[in-house]
């Protein structure tokens, strides 16, 4: 036993090198044997846990106060200080437990990662990947750097794109044209910029013995349970399934808007998916104050279960949120884990939108994620792949869905609820073909080096794919826009391969919801087992727990838009 580690948060808040130093070295010079290996395990995660814990503590720390300098000083030192050294020595720790082939109890999972890792790892590669790092910082300052004049005014292309949800279409168009403009003033700087990512990767390929950046990537990113080829049938289910209830979105939404052809600054967001909503419907308005939003939102968590119901009354009353927006507060929404005491830590910037209670709704099946995971003894089981991580989340969104009422205690009357639920299931139809052409797109440029390297190429590529999977929209007039939109998904540079998670956890997370509404206790007990194995076991495992299909096939993917659908059918009906 490791003896004086920190307890309180302020303790460990305040741990440094010099302090947490002594037991890597001791962890790193006890011998193992069958004996001892287990106690090891458990002394290393107990530092594990608590550093994880204190870093999530300084992020918190720096954004919920973006002016406070003294978090900012903490987290900072932690950088410098604590991460790169903590970094090294639990390298150190994993070699000598591979070299020990010793195998600490349900601990397959982590040993193979660890392996994968070990195989991965290349002393040549960490400058290129430094490299890399930087490109995604120019890549960063070009995008950050673009500003438009509307009205008179110099804004960021952020505050412009707030133009795209207004019901006046030529402001819409016009808003659409500037942003589009001014993005394709940077097209050679992004060209520029890609080859040298792509000339990087191949390198970094090399190094590691990969026969491309693929390779590399999907051992990267931990991916032993499906292949590129599963990801190819996936797209092509997308293909064959959602193309068409996609397509019969935008023809609803076509005559709902009553246009002859739908323009892409007729969309939400001004580039894919969702179509602007219908002018006559009023923005909706579910909470005015936060204590609303939060007791809203545990009335919705108690129908849904009484035991994630209490998680979230527990977060709450034990201070462990931050929902509200104001000045100095960081933007975004997340929800970190404070490892040593098992419990999360949840942070939105609500302003009163809908968008606000699914955003409440996401973190919140993160956090129960959290608590399922409270007895899962060793910090090395707790890394979820994001596959399922987001299934936790994702299927919470649909979980809540049906009491999002009034009469349920949640927001809205019967008609808001359902359109806000016909708009979210819509939303994830539409999401699947997005993400087929982003990751469709990548397969092909890894997998054609020379094409790939080639930006004449992949606008001619992107463009063909975008035609196949997203043909509801009318481009005509407008093609160097469309053939550019893969300098504007920054996944694809920053983060690649980095996107089929999503769609992936998706079709987890519809088919947890179509258990419910078969067996709401059934449902929901085999969403917390699956949550409560952390990580344990394998992605499929995990899937199967929650009583749903680790599936790319046509049959799983057609089951999953029948059902959802199915349901935006019956909810049209109370709009
Ligand atoms: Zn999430």
Not at 83 to 101: D, G, I, T, Y
Request: proline content about 5%.
């Amino acid at each position: 036993m490791l003896k004086n580690l920190p307890t309180t948060s302020q303790e460990i808040i305040a741990w440094t090198w010099p302090a947490i130093e002594p037991y890597y070295k001791e962890l790193e010079a006890r011998p193992l044997s069958d004996s001892s290996i287990d106690n090891w395990v458990a002394d290393w995660s107990s530092v594990g846990e608590r550093l994880d814990e204190m870093y999530s503590r300084l992020a918190v720390g720096t954004s919920v106060n973006t002016a406070d300098k003294e978090a900012e000083a903490r987290m900072n030192a932690y950088l410098d200080d604590i991460f790169p050294n903590v970094m090294a020595a639990e390298q150190r720790l994993k070699e000598k437990l591979l070299a020990s082939n010793l195998q600490p109890k349900e601990f397959e999972i982590p040993l193979r990662n660890m392996g994968a890792e070990a195989d991965l790892f290349r002393e040549s590669n960490l400058p290129l990947l430094a490299d890399q790092q930087k490109l995604a910082i120019e890549y960063d300052k070009i995008f950050g750097a673009q500003t438009v004049n509307w009205e008179g005014e110099e804004i960021t292309l952020t505050r412009l794109a707030l133009n795209f949800q207004q019901s006046d279409r030529p402001c819409r168009e016009k808003a659409w044209r500037l942003k589009a403009d001014r993005q394709l003033a940077d097209r050679k700087a992004i060209n520029d910029l890609w080859q040298k990512f792509i000339d990087v990767r191949a390198r970094i390929a090399k190094n590691a013995d990969k026969p491309s950046f693929r390779e590399y990537s999907w051992v990267q990113r931990l991916r032993f349970d499906y292949s590129p080829e599963d990801c190819k049938s996936f797209e092509a289910a997308i293909e064959k399934v959602v193309i068409p209830a996609a397509t019969r979105i935008y023809q609803k939404r076509k005559q709902d808007l009553g246009l002859g052809t739908l323009r892409p600054w007729d969309l939400v967001d001004g580039w894919f998916s969702r179509p602007a909503p219908p002018a006559n419907l009023s923005q909706l308005k579910p909470f005015a104050t936060i204590d609303e939003l939060k007791s809203k939102t545990s009335a919705i968590f108690h129908h849904v279960d009484p035991v994630l119901g209490g998680y979230f009354d527990r977060t709450v009353s034990e201070g462990l949120t931050d929902l509200d927006n104001r000045k100095n507060k960081a933007p975004g929404a997340y929800c970190t884990s404070y490892t040593f005491i098992r419990k999360p830590f949840i942070f939105v910037n609500a302003v009163g939108t809908h968008e606000d209670v699914m955003t409440t709704l996401h973190e919140s099946g993160h956090s129960f994620h959290i608590y399922e995971t409270a007895n899962v003894p060793y910090v090395q089981q707790l890394a979820v792949p994001m596959e399922f991580a987001e299934v936790a989340s994702m299927g919470m969104e649909l979980l809540a869905s049906p009491f999002l009422t009034t009469a349920d205690g949640g927001f809205y009357s019967e008609s808001e609820a359902a359109r806000a639920r016909v708009e979210h299931l819509e939303g994830m139809i539409l999401f699947w073909p997005f993400m087929a052409v982003v990751d469709a797109f990548q397969q092909w440029v890894y997998e054609n080096s020379k094409a790939g390297a080639d930006t004449a190429a992949c606008d001619k590529k992107w463009g063909e794919l975008w035609d196949r999977y997203i043909p509801g929209v009318d481009y005509s007039g407008l093609e160097e826009v469309k053939v550019t939109g893969w300098h504007r998904k920054l996944h694809i540079h920053e983060v690649p391969f980095y996107y089929v998670e999503y769609g992936l956890a998706q079709l987890g997370a519809v088919q947890i919801f179509g258990n419910a509404r078969s067996d709401q206790a059934q449902a929901v007990a085999a969403y917390r087992k699956a949550l409560s194995l952390g990580g344990k076991v394998t992605l499929p495992e995990l899937f199967s727990a929650a009583r749903a299909k680790f599936a790319f096939d046509v049959l799983t993917v057609k089951k999953a838009v029948d059902l959802m659908e199915t349901v935006v059918e019956e909810l049209e009906k109370d709009i």
